[in-house]
C-alpha cells in the first residue's frame, strides 16, 4: 500500500511544453516488518539514498523529464518510522515534467497537464497506489484560493481520488493522478496586443473623413497603420509557442491588418474612379455624340437610297393616260387634247428636273400608290438590318455588358466618391464590431470547453 503527499513551493511554466516544479514530496506505505523498538512513536532514521536500509518502493512518474534532489548542507531528505508499521520518506527536489500543450488557442488556452505516480516493477496485484486523505495536496501561503498566480499564467492544481490503472510493461499498473492546470492571465494580452491593434483599425477609418484629392495625408495614414499592425503580427507570432493551425491570436492580428488593407483597397478604388472620371466621361460622351452623328448620316443615306430605287421602280411600270378617253364634241376634245398635251409638257418637265423635285408629282400621277411602297420596304429594310444588329448583339453580348458594368462601377466610384466614402464609414466599423462579437463569443466558448472537460 502507498500514499504520498505532495507539497508545493514553486512553480515555473518552461517554454518548450516543461513544468518545472520545487516541491517537498512524501512517500508513505505500510512493511510489517518493520516496528518501532522502545515503544516510540516515532523514530528518526538515517537515509543513504546509494544502499537503503530497509525496503523502498520503486517510485516512477511517467512524465518525469529531469528530478534534481534540493541540498544545502546536506540533502533535504528524511525517513520516519511510525509505531504502526509506516515508513515515510520526505524528498525535497526541483522536478521537471514534460507535458504535451496545444497552443491553437493561444492566449486564450488552457492546458491541462497529468503527473502519474505508479510502480515500474510492480503491478496492481503487488502494490496499489492513492492520496492520502489529510490532505493530499498542501500549498504555501502566497497560493490564492484559485490556484498560484505568476506573472503571466495561473496554475492550479487538482487530484483524481479514483484509482488509475495504466498498461505498459507486462500488466496494468496502479496509478495516483494528479493534474496541473495553467491558464493565462489574459490582461496582459488584452494590453499588449489587442488593444493597439483595435486602436490601429479605429485609425484607419479616420482616412473615409479626408477629403480624397488629399493623396498624401490619407495614403501616408493607411500604409503607416498597415506596416505597424504587420510589425506586431511578427513580433508576436516570434514571441508565441509554435502550433500546428493558426493560433487565436494570429486570427485576430490577421484580420485587422486585413480591415485596414480593404480600407486602402477602397481608397485605391476611389482614386481609380476619380482618375478616370475625368478622362473617360468626356471622352465617352464624345464618342457617343460621334457615334449619334455617324448613325444620323447614315439613315440619311439609306433614306436617299431608299427613295431613289423606290423612283426608279415606279417610273419603269407606269403608264401615262391616252389622250383621249372619249367620244366627245369638238370642244370637249380640244379641251381634252389641251388637258393632255399640257400634262404631256408637264410630265416631260418633270422628267427632264431632277430626281428629288420630280418624285412628289410623279408618285402622284401614278397608278401603284408609292406611299403605300415605300413604309413596307423601309420596314423589310429596318428588319434586316435589326436581325444583324441582333446577331452581333447576341455574339458580343457577354463582352459588352461586361464592359458596361465596369464603366459603370468605375464611373460610380468616381462621380459618387463621397457617397462611397460615406458607405464605407458606416459599413467597416459594423463589420468589424461583428466580427469582434463571433471572434470573442467562439473562442471564449471554446476555452471554457476545454476548461470543463
Avoid at 526541483?94 to 497537464?113: H, S
Wanted: charged share 20%; hydrophobic share 40%.
Amino acid at each position: 500500500m502507498w500514499r504520498g503527499t505532495v507539497y508545493y513551493k514553486a512553480v515555473v511554466v518552461v517554454f518548450l511544453q516543461e513544468i518545472s516544479l520545487d516541491l517537498f514530496l512524501q512517500v508513505y506505505w505500510e512493511d510489517p516488518r518493520v516496528h518501532a523498538c522502545c515503544n516510540h512513536s516515532v523514530v528518526e532514521l538515517t537515509w543513504t539514498q546509494q544502499q537503503p536500509k530497509f525496503w523502498v518502493p520503486d517510485l516512477y512518474i511517467r512524465q518525469l523529464r529531469e528530478m534534481k534532489v534540493l541540498s544545502l548542507f546536506q540533502e533535504m531528505t528524511s525517513v520516519r518510522l511510525y509505531s504502526n508499521s509506516t515508513m515515510r520518506v520526505s524528498i525535497g527536489a526541483t522536478v521537471i515534467i514534460k507535458c504535451d500543450m496545444d497552443f491553437v488557442l493561444y492566449p486564450l488556452d488552457i492546458q491541462k497537464c497529468a503527473v502519474d505516480f505508479s510502480s515500474y516493477k510492480y503491478t496492481m496485484e503487488a502494490m496499489k497506489f492513492k492520496w492520502r486523505d489529510d490532505p493530499p495536496l498542501s500549498f504555501p501561503s502566497d497560493f490564492g484560493d484559485d490556484g498560484y498566480r505568476l506573472a503571466k499564467y495561473v496554475v492550479s492544481f487538482s487530484i483524481e481520488k479514483s484509482m488509475q490503472i495504466i498498461f505498459y510493461g507486462e500488466g496494468n499498473h496502479s496509478t495516483a493522478r494528479m493534474l496541473i492546470t495553467m491558464s493565462r492571465e489574459i490582461r496582459s494580452h488584452l494590453l499588449e496586443s489587442y488593444l493597439p491593434s483595435t486602436l490601429f483599425v479605429i485609425m484607419s477609418w479616420g482616412s473615409f473623413v479626408v477629403i480624397p484629392e488629399i493623396v498624401p495625408g490619407r495614403m501616408v495614414l493607411l500604409v503607416t497603420t498597415l506596416l505597424s499592425l504587420v510589425t506586431m503580427f511578427d513580433t508576436v507570432r516570434n514571441n508565441s509557442p509554435n502550433a500546428l493551425e493558426l493560433k487565436c491570436i494570429e486570427v485576430w492580428l490577421i484580420s485587422c491588418t486585413l480591415f485596414v488593407f480593404f480600407a486602402l483597397l477602397e481608397y485605391f478604388v476611389v482614386l481609380f474612379g476619380i482618375r478616370y472620371d475625368k478622362h473617360w466621361r468626356h471622352k465617352k460622351r464624345d464618342l457617343e455624340r460621334q457615334q449619334a452623328l455617324e448613325r444620323q448620316q447614315q439613315q440619311q443615306q439609306q433614306q436617299i437610297q431608299h427613295i431613289a430605287q423606290v423612283w426608279a421602280g415606279d417610273r419603269a411600270t407606269v403608264k401615262l393616260p391616252p389622250l383621249v378617253h372619249h367620244r366627245r364634241t369638238g370642244s370637249n376634245s380640244a379641251a381634252a387634247n389641251n388637258i393632255g398635251m399640257s400634262s404631256l409638257t408637264n410630265n416631260s418637265d418633270a422628267m427632264a428636273a431632277p430626281a428629288p423635285s420630280a418624285t412628289p408629282r410623279l408618285l402622284s400621277s401614278s397608278k401603284v400608290s408609292p406611299h403605300a411602297e415605300l413604309p413596307r420596304l423601309h420596314e423589310k429594310h429596318q428588319d434586316a438590318s435589326g436581325l444583324a444588329a441582333g446577331d452581333s448583339a447576341e455574339s458580343d453580348g457577354p463582352r459588352r455588358r461586361f464592359r458596361m458594368v465596369a464603366e459603370y462601377v468605375i464611373l460610380y466610384c468616381g462621380s459618387q466618391r463621397g457617397m462611397l466614402d460615406q458607405v464605407s464609414l458606416a459599413l467597416f466599423p459594423f463589420c468589424f464590431i461583428l466580427f469582434t462579437t463571433v471572434y470573442w463569443i467562439s473562442y471564449v466558448s471554446e476555452s471554457q470547453r476545454q476548461r470543463n472537460n
